[in-house]
């Protein structure tokens, strides 16, 4: 399995733009991080990838796990996160004018 790999200095909006992508493509995402910095970034990630992903009627969501990995020899460990994608369900006329509160989650 491939892992979007973030770092204490990857960019949010950077990352958050690839998972928004890999989402509207149907490509499942998981992402790994090594570090308190890194776990930051990738959830600013996900909270910039929410806004671009739910006026187009998806919603994602994460579960976080550790798991022990090598680097350069030695053993780290990463914490994962698997991406859930969820579509929406809109009670109303147009998407550009729901609120959170107006949506429902599948």
Request: hydrophobic fraction near 45%; aromatic fraction near 6%.
């Amino acid at each position: 399995m491939d892992y979007l790999k973030v770092s204490s200095k990857s960019s949010p909006a950077s990352v958050a733009g690839a998972i928004a992508g890999m989402v509207k493509d149907g490509v499942p995402v998981n992402i790994q991080c090594v570090g308190a910095g890194a776990v930051n970034q990738a959830i600013k990630a996900m909270a910039i990838a929410r806004g671009f992903l739910i006026p187009t009627g998806f919603d994602i969501s994460c579960a976080p796990t550790f798991s022990d990995i090598l680097i350069n020899g030695e053993s780290r460990t990463a914490i994962r996160l698997a991406v859930f994608v969820h579509s929406l369900s809109y009670q109303g006329s147009e998407i550009d004018d729901v609120s959170i509160d107006k949506m429902t989650v599948h």
